[in-house]
């Protein structure tokens, strides 16, 4: 079984710029997840899918953030424009059943703002 | 405050011997408590949960929460040097499914 895998793994771009992550949960998980960690600092929650709804949106830092999971499978998550503070990696983790809260976390995409 | 506070380490320990990690929590009607692992540039793994008083074992680890006191324990008996990593303290928010992770703990066992 696949888990949850993140794309790209790696984007540079400049202040200004837009930059468009995307998520694909493990085949059967409703519940999906965005987190960031910037350097230094702890994981931090942005926010929850259930299916293609958000069921709580409580972290996302500012509206230059903004998250889809349209149809209820992948996800992507769009920063316009990036700013510096933005850098750091973005984890994305998907469940099965949101009550037990154990998540499964995808490599991460690691963004870097010049 | 931090809502979940780990000693950041890093924590060295000699091969064979006992790791304990430990982790105090601000929200006092959390209910869930997992213990991850994080290799350097890996994504975070599950390796324990607990959701109720006392100790939960699985294999080398032991984890071991105490409600009232807010604290939640990473015993990890054994130790081998692929142990070493960063493990994460989370807590699931009071009525919520968002989880509170801690900055970690930095564990070096020594071959």
């Known amino acids: 079984e696949a888990g949850v895998t993140q794309f790209p793994s790696h984007s540079v771009i400049e202040k200004g710029q837009t930059v468009t992550l995307r998520c694909d949960p493990i085949?059967?998980?409703?519940?999906l997840y965005w987190y960031r960690r910037v350097m230094g600092k702890e994981i931090k929650f942005l926010l929850h899918?259930?299916?293609?709804?958000?069921?709580?949106e409580s972290g996302m830092p500012n509206n230059r953030f903004l998250a889809e999971r349209t149809g209820g499978t992948y996800s992507t998550l769009k920063v316009q424009p990036a700013e510096l503070e933005d850098s750091g990696v973005y984890f994305c983790?998907?469940?099965?059943?949101?009550?037990?809260?154990?998540?499964?976390f995808g490599e991460g995409s690691r963004l870097t703002v010049l | 405050q931090k809502e979940v506070e780990q000693n950041s380490g890093p924590l060295s320990v000699p091969e064979g011997a006992i790791a304990s990690l430990n982790c105090t929590y601000s929200?006092?009607?959390?209910?869930?408590f997992f213990w991850y692992r994080q290799y350097s540039g890996k994504s975070p793994e599950l390796i324990m949960s607990?959701?109720?008083?006392g100790d939960k074992e699985d294999g080398r680890f032991t984890a071991q929460l105490n409600k009232a006191s807010q604290y939640v324990s990473l015993l990890i008996r054994d130790s081998q040097p692929s142990d070493s990593a960063t493990y994460l303290c989370?807590?699931?928010?009071?009525?919520?499914?968002?989880?509170?992770f801690g900055a970690g703990t930095r564990l070096f066992v020594k071959a």
């Open positions: 607990i959701y109720s008083n």
């Open positions: 085949s059967g998980h409703d519940n």
């Open positions: 989370a807590v699931r928010n009071t009525g919520g499914f968002k989880t509170i």
């Open positions: 929200d006092r009607g959390s209910q869930s």
């Open positions: 983790a998907s469940s099965q059943d949101a009550r037990t809260g154990e998540l499964f």
């Open positions: 899918f259930v299916k293609e709804s958000k069921q709580d």
